[in-house]
């Protein structure tokens, strides 16, 4: 029987709905709109187009946005310097500098400026360490680790004693998801290019999350049978019968993974909805701390 499909499309829009909900309540309470300000350093045109997918988000919720761009050669003073006057506005709840930064600027500098109350990415060294240490809890987690974990407790009654595999081992999903993982009781292992066997380890997980970044890495024999497999890739592959001359591809087979998972998430339409989703989400959180 094929895999259920997780859809995380469908499941971002309930929570777009659940946010705009909150913040009209908000709203029409006297409270303050939510706001959160986006940092853009340079011209890459990926991150051009997720600062605009997030600062539309926000719109359709009601969470006001602020855009602040700055040159490619813009200094990390200047960058520094904005992140500070940020943390001051008092109309802003969540910084989001939009990574990677452009080369010669120091990204943890920059990140660790923020005030962790408004770190909504989830990437300042103390929220990372809260995230790491028992009986500590972060402000915020990084939202496509967060986006995981929502999907995986909606799709299984407990992780508590699942055995767990994360396939790589990024500051922004592998090693947060792993350590979102321990604090809910699953056994972990987190798998890298040099893992030995790395095939049969992952054909332990009951469950797994591909976020190593290699096109269709993870082949169907590589699965337990039943398992749930969140597919954290997205990559582009070439193929001539497409308008655009490819198509997008996770980490995982997906067609024979499907075959032998017990539910699965697509590429496109599985985790990425998700991440802002979660954003959106934190932003409106990080304005009811400011209440």
């Not at 309930?14 to 908000?26: C, F, G, L, P, S």
């Not at 490619?72 to 990677?100: F, H, M, W, Y």
């Not at 998801?177 to 049969?200: E, G, P, Q, W, Y």
């Not at 997008?248 to 802002?276: K, R």
Request: proline share 7%; aromatic share 4%.
């Amino acid at each position: 029987m094929p895999a259920r499909v997780i859809d995380g499309k469908a499941i971002a829009e309930q929570i777009r709905i659940e946010v705009a909900t909150i913040v009209d309540k908000r709203v029409k309470a006297g409270k303050p709109r939510p706001g959160l300000a986006t940092v853009l350093v340079g011209e890459n045109p990926a991150s051009q187009s997720y600062v605009k997918s997030k600062q539309k988000a926000c719109a359709e919720v009601g969470i006001e946005s602020f855009g602040h761009e700055l040159p490619e050669n813009a200094s990390q003073k200047e960058v520094e310097n904005l992140v500070t006057e940020l943390n001051k506005d008092p109309r802003v709840n969540g910084i989001l500098v939009q990574l990677p930064l452009p080369k010669g600027l120091i990204e943890e500098d920059v990140l660790r400026l923020i005030s962790i109350e408004k770190d909504v990415d989830g990437f300042h060294p103390v929220n990372i360490g809260r995230l790491a240490q028992k009986g500590r809890d972060p402000f915020f987690v990084p939202c496509t680790p967060a986006g995981v974990m929502y999907m995986l407790n909606r799709e299984l009654p407990t992780l508590e004693g699942v055995n767990a595999v994360v396939l790589g081992r990024s500051n922004i999903v592998g090693m947060p998801v792993a350590l979102l993982l321990v604090r809910a009781n699953a056994t972990v292992t987190i798998c890298h290019s040099r893992t030995k066997d790395l095939a049969n380890v992952v054909r332990q997980a009951d469950v797994l999350v591909a976020a190593v970044g290699r096109a269709e890495m993870v082949r169907g024999d590589w699965i337990k049978p039943g398992a749930v497999v969140i597919d954290v890739g997205i990559n582009r592959v070439e193929d001539s019968s497409r308008p655009k001359g490819y198509r997008l591809v996770g980490d995982v087979a997906y067609d024979e993974a499907a075959q032998v998972a017990g539910a699965i998430t697509p590429v496109p339409g599985g985790v990425g909805p998700m991440t802002i989703a979660m954003l959106l989400k934190s932003t409106l959180h990080a304005a009811e701390l400011a209440d």
